[in-house]
């Protein structure tokens, strides 16, 4: 079966970091995306690791490890634009795009 | 470049109506999926499409039809709207892997939300 596991909901202050946690069991796999979503907005694209190990972009940083069904999200110096639902998605290896999604968290961003 | 647009953003039904949502892509894509989303619960794939002509069922698709008669367009029909149906819609497209990063990145609409009564 499939499954991905993710808090529902974290809190975080002004220029804080956060890390978000993702844990993933999946018949396939190939690499895992983590999407942005505000709220009544569509879903966009933050990073794909596919290899183990962390990849950087600008305040976002994601990291993989494939043997232990394990990824998070790093957000550092938090806006209040960063409040958000993270949607962490398993990619089951097929070139179709078949992602198999978690159930997203929450972050809220305070002043 | 308007991406991903979905119609109609909003609709109220009736059970037992039938309607349908169209979704365009202004970007090439082979690849599009339609997804319904619902509180505590993930992104749910519906029906997806590999190319013109052709359709391919999800993990949710019960109720629902599809059909991509052009490239840019996947319409998602439902024949006989439930309550069960009701929740937000989103169309997503992508290229096939390999073609922008090896990622098989999905862009999506906006949404559409529907409430069946």
């Known amino acids: 079966g499939q499954n991905i596991d993710q808090p529902t909901e974290m809190t975080a202050t002004e220029g804080a970091i956060v890390q978000i946690n993702c844990t993933y069991q999946t018949s396939g796999f190939n690499g895992l995306f983590w999407y942005q979503q505000h709220a009544g907005e569509a879903p966009t694209f933050l990073s794909y690791?596919?290899?183990?190990g962390l990849e950087e972009k600008g305040r976002f940083s994601s990291f993989l490890s494939r043997s232990k069904g394990y990824s998070y999200l790093l957000l550092k110096e938090l806006q209040m634009k960063d409040s958000a639902s993270y949607l962490c998605?398993?990619?089951?290896?097929?070139?179709?795009?078949?992602?198999?999604f978690g159930r997203g968290t929450q972050l809220t961003v305070w002043p | 470049n308007a991406g991903v647009t979905q119609t109609p953003k909003f609709r109220v039904l009736k059970t037992g109506q039938s309607m349908t949502l169209l979704c365009a892509q202004d970007?090439?894509?082979?690849?599009m999926y339609w997804y319904r989303q619902d509180p505590g619960m993930g992104l749910r794939l519906i029906h997806y499409s590999v190319g013109e002509g052709t359709t391919a069922k999800g993990e949710v698709p019960d109720g629902y039809n599809v059909s991509r008669l052009k490239k840019q367009n996947f319409l998602l029909g439902l024949e006989s709207a439930a309550p069960s149906q009701t929740s937000v819609y989103f169309c997503a497209s992508s290229h096939p892997a390999g073609r922008t990063s090896g990622a098989n990145v999905l862009t999506f609409g906006a949404g559409s939300r529907l409430t069946v009564l």
């Open positions: 690791n596919v290899l183990d």
């Open positions: 998605a398993a990619d089951r290896g097929s070139t179709l795009g078949r992602l198999y």
């Open positions: 970007m090439n894509h082979e690849y």
